[in-house]
């Protein structure tokens, strides 16, 4: 499942239960609040997961961080999964710096993500 | 009626007209009144003190001179070195005749030349002399006759004779207030008033606004100026007030900062005069005003034995001649000053002073006209005026408590400095305020989108939908909801003023009114609105906090039928607004308030200044991801400089969140970012500054702890991160050297990135 290159944060249809989002080039408070709606509405829609690719993302800036928090709270709240993928260097860095990804999964590409949610089968419903 | 091209000539006015600031209204307005086909027969001018009004004056006289062929302009002032009124009458003639001559002639020296009666008469033209002659003739007669009111009368009446021979005039009388100290049989105030309403020319009638109206209504219960207008001239506004000091201290050559200009027109509380006194005191003694402290010791030095001494002593002077009843005077106004509620009854007063009762009653209408305190029926009340309190409480400590002049300048110049930081903040938080009051003002039975009110619809909506999904949105919301009708609109701490001790005036409203048209006892509803901070959506623990500040309000003033309102600027945490859903209380984020002003019809705010340099200088405005726009500049710079690309990127992420610290930390008067690169051998420095004041961190917002208001996320190890607050520890890990600095007023951040590190 390769995305489309990135642009503005779009939603994808990924498999049964998994949605995948794009961030975007620059994570900020705009960006990031369109994340976070896309991922409520996936959510509510039924998803179980959500893969957020960060392929093309240059920079996240901390308001964008505490976005992707909250992403990250809502989707436990609702024992769904959270995983990360295509980040930059600087931005794992960044994530590592402030405690991220003690909260998430990392996967270095959609389906490396994909995969490590098809451990978790029981929770992908269709599978 | 053209005005004279290319002629600004000054004839009365001190300032030159280009730089007169802050009453172009008033200007105009006054200048209206020239032509015939204008009906007003006048205009009253309340004028608070030190206002400026007499200049106002002065410039409406040669804006009106300047006009060739329209209506004279005649500027009287009533002066207290006028014996009594019939020597004030005798000199109003004589102005008249000279200023209206002077016009007609067009010849402007003659209206600071001292001609006699008979002089003028030669000096009349043509189509004049006959009017001049007869006014001229009846005085001597009347001088003659020793008939005082009667004189008084054929002199204020001079412009009705005039104009009915078609000299038409406007008549400028300043000070009126001052006429009740003129001694003789006669009310000058109401003769004048009298003489206004029937002269059938304009007049404005200019004086301090607590004594203005009974001076000139004398002993009748009105001054009878129907068809008048009435003008309030108070204190300037803040841009007008930086824009004054800022003018005065570029054509005196005082060297004046932006943040000490702003704190000049705050202290000084927008008075043109104080202004003017202060950096005319800058120019005599060579100061410069680059920084508070620079202000804040001319400034103390000023209340010591400057112009604003001389200002305020001189009415405590004149409102108690002799020195032992003035200590007195001195030590009643600091204790009602100092005292719980700034009030004490009138007899405690008059005992402290120990006055005759007509010599107490004269003092106290002085100290009252000129707001040095204020009488009531039964208690007087302490005036708020800054510097007059400064004056007080210096003159208070070395003439009555006589304290050592040493410690006084020292407590003094240390609590101005103190408080200075303090005053501006308040002034930011002011002007950074959503306009709560304005907003519900505006509130007259509209229907809106209910989500504008209940946030978690708003967000489950909006939040993170583009403009034109919330604008379409918003229109097809179905369910609406009514907004009352507001009869009243005021501060909660005017109904209630322990509530200061917990929000800003202008973040706190209370809006009287009818949820229907039908005005009765049921309909009847109390709005009580508050603006809570917090930099994300405010959680449930804030929001308990203020819906109990805001019912202890209602219960304190026996409010029955009560609505509450929070607006936090991101708006609240699910577990907040199922708070506010049980309590049937509102809460709206500041975009939704956004949407709700527009929706009513109210408006937004304005923008400043720029900046030059010789190494690379940038300013933004905050917001708007302009942080962007900085980052890609200072990317081409270290681009140039040949950094790694893993640098390039970490320098532009910590100059964006340098922008995002200064936007968020910082309550920004001008709202900009201001930026330089420094190019060196082996390093790149960065220079983010805002004006402002610093939140500090960890500070309690509205008296909530921040780890309330991070909604339960903590930061520790083995913990989950707190959301927010990363921007310093972020640009410390991304750069080589940080260096936060705060300044007079406002912030600054330098970091360092090394080329070889």
Known sequence: MEPELPGPPAPSEGAAGVAIIYAGDYVNKLNGQRIERECRLRLEGGCRALVINFRGTELVNSIGVSLLLGVIDMAESREARVVFTNLSRHTVKLFELLGLTRLVAMAESDEAALATLEEFTPLLPGH | MPPRAGKTRRVLARTAPEHFVGRGEQLREIAALAPHRNEARGLVLLAAPLSGASELLRQSFDELFRTRGGASPVYFAVSRTDPATTSAARRFLLTFLTHTLAHRRDDPALVSASPTLRALLELAPPADYEWVERLVQSFEAAVGEGDERSLVRLCLGAPQVAAARGARTVVLVDDVHLADALKGETHFGAELAQAAAHAGTPFVLAGLRRRALDVLSGPAVSPGLEGFGVEHVGGLGEQDSRS?????????????????????????????YLIHAMLEAARASGASLRSFRDFQKLYVDELLGGRLHRRFGSIIEEAVPALAPRRNLLRVLHETATSVGGKV???????????????FARMMRLLHAHELATLHATYVEATPGQAWRDYLRVSYRLHVAVEPRALVVADTLVETLKRAPRALARQYRRAAAF??????????????????????????????????????????????????????VASCASFHPPSRQFCDEERCAVLHGFDSE?????????????????????????????????????????????????????????????????????????????????RLGAEAAPAPPTAPANEFAMEIPMGDETEIIAAHTVEQIARRMEFRPEAITQIKHALIEACINASEHSLSPDRKIYQRFRLEDDKLVITVSSRGVTLPAGAPENGVPHAEQNNGHENGEGSRPKRRGWGLKLIRSLMDDVEFERVDDGTRLRMTKYLHK
């Open chain 2, 345 to 359: 009854p009138v007899e405690a007063w008059q005992r402290r002073v120990d006055a005759a009762p007509a010599e």
């Open chain 2, 244 to 272: 004054l000091a800022s003018g005065l201290a570029e054509r005196s050559g005082v060297a004046l900062s932006e943040e000490t200009r702003d704190l000049v027109a705050h202290q000084l509380e927008g008075s043109p």
């Open chain 2, 435 to 488: 306009g709560l009051h304005k907003l519900l003002r505006r509130f007259d039975f509209q229907r809106v989108p209910a989500s504008l009110l209940h946030y978690d619809r708003f967000a489950r909506s909006y939040r993170g939908a583009s403009p034109e999904e919330v604008s379409a949105g918003m229109e097809a919301e179905t369910e609406l909801l009514r907004l009352p009708q507001a009869i009243h």
């Open chain 2, 518 to 598: 039908s005005y009765a006892d049921t309909n009847e509803v109390v709005w009580l609105a508050a603006e809570v901070e917090s930099k994300l959506e405010a959680g449930r623990a804030l929001v308990e906090v203020w819906l109990e500040r805001l019912s202890q309000v209602a219960d304190a003033c026996g409010f029955e039928r009560v609505r509450l309102w929070l607006v936090s600027p991101e708006g609240f945490t699910d577990e907040a607004c199922e708070l506010l859903n049980e309590r049937g209380a509102y809460g709206s984020s500041r975009h939704a308030m956004e949407l709700l002003a527009s």
